[in-house]
């Protein structure tokens, strides 16, 4: 029986992560649980640091950005060795269960941390990439879509004012839902994303024509993967095509992790980590809580399917990106 539940956030951060650890807290105490706090992902469980946690130690973080519990990447936690010192706490400490809020390495670790030693763990997605199979959205992407949606907007101003051509690069290592998602919703002319390879001389057709109509500006949005190298490797098969070209970069970077979350990442990140205690208490384990929006129903992922399946972006969708931007 589960009666004592530890939480802790890896990987890199995402909006919305406080508000899955409020979520779990809460929910933890109301079942009656004993709710612990693990500090600085797994390399706290490797080192002892950890605070038990009551619904007061959660008031007022739901709107905050970042991670209160903080996070990082443990290599430690990679090696049996360091997996056995944290079990030997996680045990110490009387833990029954662990929720992992990360993205695809930080399942893995709990993956292999559940099939070593026989603990139950679940996991919630939290990654601003939007890259983990079984589940429609991640806990931080809509925040990190419209952050730098917001960001884009204030470039195309600048675009229009010198008959500029921006490349903007967000993040995206193998996946190009932040970049495609962005791309519609801010009306930008081009996309390269990590799932396709552009034919690069039908992207600079397709912009000729837009300057022969009359456009003063071009935004094209990059996935920081894409198999071109990134903003600036395009930036320079653009400045040979067309040297006359005035082409400027902008790399969003860490901007798009931080903030206070959307709406939708708060009510998201609350819903999967009340769910995910809910499972555990139901006798679920080596879990992913997926969340599909359409129908408002969440719904458990085998956690090694996460990373050994992927999720892909419709051809459809695609095609509308380059349609609307016609």
Known sequence: MVKSIGILTSGGDAPGMNAALRAVVRTGIYHHCRMFAIYRGYEGLIHNEMKEMTSSSVSGICRMGGTIIQTARSKRFMDQEGRKEAYDNFKRRGLDALVVVGGDGSFRGLHAFINEFGIKGIGLPGTIDNDLYGTEYTIGFDTAMNTALDAINKIRDTANSHNRIFIVEVMGRH???????????????????????????AVVGRIEKGISRGK??????????????????IKEKFSKAKPEWDIRVSILGH????????????????????????????????????????????????????????????????????????
């Open 255 to 326: 901007i798009q992790r931080g903030g206070s979350p959307t709406a939708t990442d708060s009510i998201i990140a609350s819903r999967l980590g009340y769910e995910s205690i809910l499972g555990l208490l139901d006798g679920k384990s080596d879990v992913m809580v997926g969340y599909q929006s359409l129908d408002r129903v969440v719904q458990f992922i085998p956690l090694e399917e996460t990373w050994t399946k992927k999720k892909s972006i419709p051809e459809d969708w695609q095609n509308m990106a380059k349609v609307l931007a016609s």
């Open 175 to 201: 996946a190009g839902d932040l970049a495609i998602y962005t791309a519609i919703a801010s009306g930008s002319e081009e996309v390269f994303i990590p799932e396709k390879i552009e034919d690069f001389s």
């Open 216 to 233: 003063h500006s071009s935004i094209i949005i990059v996935a920081e993967g894409d198999e071109s190298g990134g903003a600036f490797a």
